[in-house]
């Protein structure tokens, strides 16, 4: 049998930034199905592809000094036939590997598409298939149902990777007083608490603040169980980040708050969700994350009573999503 030929795909390095490249991914293999992809990415995000069927090497990307790592990158790529060649990243090392077809990212600071739609365009995809495409195992989602209570489930990520896009602690707790208790909008539900181990004091703050509630820790989480559990999650609710776009990846209501990024360029991608910011804040919109302070929060304008209009507005159009069974899920 002849060999159908191996793809290239050189994408990010922060996890949300990738997550919104997967729709050109998989928009070339529906294009070429017979291809093996070779997959880079940054160390935090390429986990992501550990359990898509047709990626058959991921390359994590590790910045070393004098920018040897693309040096490092071309030595393990060069002896390859490449047939397809796509890099969301616009690097010089695509442009010296051969191969039948290449698409590289030409798109600039002023492009002002969604991130998603701009990726898709890099392969010359369709706006419909610019929606992310995150696959997740059986076995990892059964695994992951065995450790979630019946019930509605609500995840929430109180965590972003800057300050200043991270709404403050005490409001989540507040949220989560309100929204949870009886007569609430998210009465009787449970809450999973997302992130990285960095958040687990603040999972343990919101456990101790709400001792009588069904707070759930799983922050620590590697990425494909966080997946797994955000697909079988009824809501989201957490800050610009990579987990609000894992959760719209996998098709769950998001509630978004913003701050000083822009939700034309990073909202949720596809998906239902409802955006929060100050209505008052002013900034200037921009593609990068300039505006984002790395010490001095810009979400105190975001209030408790916004975020739970937004919660019972989403729900009164998102109905409850179905779940693994529990005996499906002890099986394994």
């Known amino acids: 049998m002849a060999d159908p030929g191996r793809g290239l795909f050189i994408t990010n390095t922060r996890i949300g930034d990738t997550i919104l490249t997967t729709g050109a991914l998989a928009a070339l293999h529906r294009r070429h199905p017979g291809l093996r992809f070779t997959v880079v990415a940054g160390p935090v995000a390429a ?43 616009g690097s010089g090392v695509s442009r010296l590997l051969a191969a039948r077809k290449h698409h590289v990212r030409t798109t600039t ?100 603040a709400l001792p009588d509630r069904r707070i759930l820790d799983f922050t620590g989480e590697a990425l494909l169980p966080t997946a797994a559990l955000l697909g079988q999650s009824d809501l989201f609710v957490g800050n610009d980040s990579g987990l609000m776009h894992l959760a719209a990846a996998m098709n769950t209501p998001v509630v978004a708050l913003f701050g000083p990024t822009d939700e034309r360029l990073y909202g949720p991608w596809a998906v239902e969700h409802r955006i929060v910011r100050d209505p008052h804040a002013r900034f200037e919109f921009g593609a990068t994350s300039r505006t984002v302070s790395e010490t001095e929060c810009q979400m105190d304008g975001v209030t408790v009573t916004q975020v739970l209009e937004a919660t019972a507005d989403i729900l009164r159009s998102a109905a409850p999503r179905p779940r693994l069974p529990v005996s499906g899920a002890t099986a394994i």
Do not use: C
Not at 50 to 55: D, G, I, L, Q, R
Not at 65 to 74: I, Q, V, Y
Not at 172 to 189: K, Q
């Open 47 to 89: 986990p992501l592809f550990a359990e898509t069927p047709y990626v058959e090497r991921v390359i994590p990307l590790r910045k070393t000094r004098f920018s040897g790592h693309w040096l490092r990158l071309w030595l393990q790529l060069a002896g390859v036939n490449w047939s397809v060649i796509a890099d969301m990243r």
């Open 109 to 208: 600071r002023d492009d002002r598409r969604h991130k998603a739609e701009q990726a898709a365009s890099v392969v010359r995809a369709s706006i419909a298939e610019a929606k992310p495409v995150i696959h997740v195992s059986d076995i990892t989602r059964v695994r992951v149902r065995a450790r979630l209570p019946e019930g509605r489930l609500l995840a929430l990520a109180p965590s972003a990777n800057r300050v200043g896009k991270t709404w403050p602690i005490d409001r989540f707790a507040d949220y989560l007083n309100a929204a949870t208790r009886i007569g609430g909008p998210l009465s009787g539900w449970s809450v999973a608490i997302l992130g990285g181990l960095e958040d687990a004091p603040a999972a343990r703050r919101l456990q101790t």
